[in-house]
């Protein structure tokens, strides 16, 4: 390990935070609080709050195991080489063993805490992540982000389990809204840093099947969307409040993907501006359905309570 | 691992590394503490919360 010899100091502190990727991880807090508020029953605060944090270290664990899995990827790429594992800032080792630790508590203390089942699913995501999508799909096929994506879409039905203690048709919809809402987001993505995905190898689908279909599919997926997200407003599991919110903000989101869906490259200059919009407006997006998908319940149990 | 020294390093022996590696080495004492007390609060918030439930 020629790694090791060359790390000047102790790793610090903050590369170890680094390593539980806490952008990605604020979405998942978000979605996992939303699924959590968004169940028909009360929860104890304190136990509330605990099935956050599991689902929070629970993601920090599989995401530090996905960096020790991928950080010779890491290093070839523009937007990763400065993570913590490919500058040489920290042994393989200790991002591995941080990774299985935080992994390892986050579903033990969700099991002893809160719920066996939350626990269950909280385990069986970050084997989805950890495994499934980072070693086994990310490397083999271009659809790795429509499948390994469902890691993604586990928080919110975790959080909805963890209050409830059982599964039902709405949790399993919110996991699909993220499920549908994962492609046409990445890809956004890989159309303006395909060329460092390429470098590396990783199959992409702009890489493999190349931009026109690229941008067909995340058409498609926007489409699906739409009716998706009002389903739980059909089914009567929220009220008007989310089914306007959904309805709005998913025809913007298709909007933005017909932008990007009836548009080809104009050159190797081209700044693939909509690409960006869709990618900022896909965040955006899912913040906005969840915390509309909350607004909902809550207007409710007021409605209730007057 | 680590935590081992790099004898390759230009600054290694020198009393700025060693001050470096102290500040890193407290740091990283200091937040386990903070994280480790944390859980223990929360191991007793838990404890409470499950009896009153």
Same mark, same amino acid.
């Given at each position: ?7 000047? @100091? ?8 680094? %390593? ?5 991880? =604020? ?7 939303c699924?959590? %508020? ?13 099935a ?16 020790w899995w ?35 508590? =986050?579903?033990l203390?969700? /099991?002893?805490?809160v719920?066996?089942?939350?626990a269950?699913?909280?385990?069986? =995501? ?10 086994? @799909? ?28 059982s599964? =039902? ?10 499920f ?20 590396? /190898? ?6 493999v ?11 498609i997926y ?14 009567? /599991? ?12 998913? /025809? ?7 932008r ?12 693939m ?34 | ?11 290694y022996?020198?009393?700025e ?16 503490g ?7 609060v929360?191991f007793?918030?838990?404890?409470i ?5």
């Amino acid at each position: 390990m020629t790694q090791v010899q060359t790390i000047p @100091l102790p790793t610090d502190w903050r590369d170890f935070f680094a %390593l539980t990727k806490p952008r990605v991880m =604020s979405l998942v807090i978000f979605t996992g609080l939303c699924g959590l %508020l968004a169940a028909p029953t009360h929860i104890n605060p304190v136990l509330g709050f605990t099935a956050i944090l599991c689902i929070a270290i629970g993601a920090g664990g599989a995401a530090a195991l996905n960096q020790w899995w991928e950080a010779d990827l890491d290093a070839g790429m523009r937007r990763t080489k400065d993570r913590p594992l490919p500058a040489g800032r920290m042994s393989r080792t200790s991002a591995r063993d941080f990774g299985v630790g935080l992994s390892a508590c =986050s579903v033990l203390v969700m /099991g002893l805490a809160v719920s066996w089942l939350a626990a269950v699913i909280l385990l069986v =995501s970050i084997i989805y992540y950890a495994v499934v999508y980072t070693i086994w @799909l990310k490397p083999r096929t271009p659809q790795n982000i429509v499948i390994g994506g469902g890691a993604g879409a586990f928080p919110p039905l975790i959080g909805w389990v963890a209050a409830t203690g059982s599964i =039902s048709l709405m949790p399993v919809l919110l996991f699909a809204i993220i499920f549908m809402w994962t492609p046409p987001h990445f890809w956004a993505l890989a159309l303006f840093v395909q060329s460092d995905y390429a470098k590396v /190898g990783i199959p992409m689908l702009p890489v493999v099947a190349g931009e026109p279909a690229t941008r067909r599919q995340i058409l498609i997926y926007a489409a699906l969307l739409l009716p998706l997200s009002l389903v739980p407003w059909w089914i009567g /599991g929220t009220g008007m409040l989310y089914g306007i919110a959904a309805a709005l903000l998913s /025809g913007t989101f298709l909007v933005f993907s017909a932008r990007v869906g009836l548009r080809s490259r104009s050159g190797p200059d081209d700044p693939m501006r909509p690409e960006k919009q869709l990618f900022v407006f896909s965040i955006v997006y899912l913040f906005a359905l969840f915390a509309a998908l909350v607004a909902d319940r809550w207007w409710m149990v007021q409605g209730q309570s007057v | 691992m680590t935590d081992r020294p790099n004898d390759e390093s230009p600054l290694y022996g020198t009393p700025e590394w060693t001050e470096r590696r102290r500040k890193v080495i407290r740091q990283r004492n200091v937040v386990l503490g903070v994280v480790l007390g944390f859980f223990a609060v929360l191991f007793f918030a838990i404890t409470i919360a499950k009896l009153s439930v």
